[in-house]
């Protein structure tokens, strides 16, 4: 499992908080397993797997209750 947290800018999204490893597969259409990193910035998601690399909007992610 990898961590989720650690923002390299000053501000951070307030729709952070939505970002989970199941959504980000559910939108990359790839497995949990293959997620090795994600790096919050103040407008994207950074999404680092074994065989991607993608910037995701903040929008893209659905809230999750």
């Given amino acids: 499992m990898i961590t989720i947290g650690k923002s390299k800018s000053n ?3 307030p729709l952070f908080r939505f ?3 199941e ?3 559910l939108l990359l259409k790839i497995p949990v397993a293959e997620i090795k990193d994600i790096r ?3 407008n994207v998601i ?3 797997s074994e065989h ?3 910037f995701v909007s ?3 992610l ?3 209750a």
Avoid: G, K, Q
């Fill in 46 to 48: 950074l999404v680092i």
């Fill in 23 to 25: 959504a980000v597969a």
């Fill in 11 to 13: 501000s951070v999204n």
């Fill in 40 to 42: 919050f910035w103040p």
């Fill in 52 to 54: 991607l690399v993608r």
């Fill in 62 to 64: 659905p809230p999750m």
């Fill in 58 to 60: 903040y929008a893209d």
């Fill in 19 to 21: 970002v989970t490893e």
